[in-house]
T-cell receptor
């Protein structure tokens, strides 16, 4: 199964955007890269996904490396207002129904 | 459009009791999932279903059972509750299309004492 690796925690402040890395060196050609965030006491919510090209939506930007072995999520300022856990997972391939999440990256926001 | 609805929100069980966690979705999604999340940890897949009448085990199925008699409902049954099943349980669903996003419910917080 293609797996992802994320740092356990990162800090952000209101002045600078935080860049959340995700390593997926065993990604296959048909895998989508998905990002979700989980606010305290809530279920995860979808943020963004991409296949090969960089993607942008109202919540975040997703930059995908040319070799697709890593990606970086850049939440927009409004999205970053609250501390949350961000999960990076791979979707697609022969295992698209069995979806596993790792521990994600816990982002804390400095005032 | 309610999305994915889980009931109850909270429950306390005594060891050995049984209960059913309810999950229903109104988006006509074939794929549905049950996850558990222990404090400070990620989500672990318990069971999943690819359509009515079809279910399969995830990473941590022991102590749980599921059924899927309709597209909308995917209940999770705990037969003999144990303290190790104290956790937050999330249900999710998604459409069939390749790489489609998951939609999560708000979870059921279960304590077994």
């Amino acid at each position: 199964d293609a797996k992802t690796t994320q740092p356990n925690s990162m800090e952000s402040n209101e002045e600078e955007p935080v860049h959340l890395p995700c390593n997926h060196s065993t990604i296959s050609g048909t895998d989508y890269i998905h990002w979700y965030r989980q606010l305290p006491s809530q279920g995860p919510e979808y943020v963004i996904h991409g296949l090969t090209s960089n993607v942008n939506n109202r919540m975040a930007s997703l930059a995908i490396a040319e070799d697709r072995k890593s990606s970086t999520l850049i939440p927009h300022r409004a999205t970053l207002r609250d501390a949350a856990v961000y999960y990076c997972i791979l979707r697609g391939g022969s295992n698209d129904y069995k979806l596993s999440f790792g521990a994600g990256t816990t982002v804390t926001v400095r005032a | 459009n309610a999305g994915v609805t889980q009931t109850p929100k909270f429950r306390i069980l005594k060891i050995g009791q049984s209960m059913t966690l309810q999950c229903t979705q109104d988006m006509n999604h074939n794929y549905m999932y049950w996850y558990r999340q222990d404090p400070g940890m990620g989500l672990k897949l318990i069971y999943y279903s690819v359509g009515a009448g079809i279910t399969d085990k995830g990473e941590v199925p022991n102590g749980y059972n599921v059924s899927r008699s309709t597209t909308e409902d995917f209940p999770l049954r705990l037969e003999l509750a144990a303290p190790s099943q104290t956790s937050v349980y999330f249900c999710a669903s998604r459409p069939d299309s390749w790489g489609s996003p998951l939609h999560f419910g708000n979870g059921t917080r279960l304590t077994v004492t």
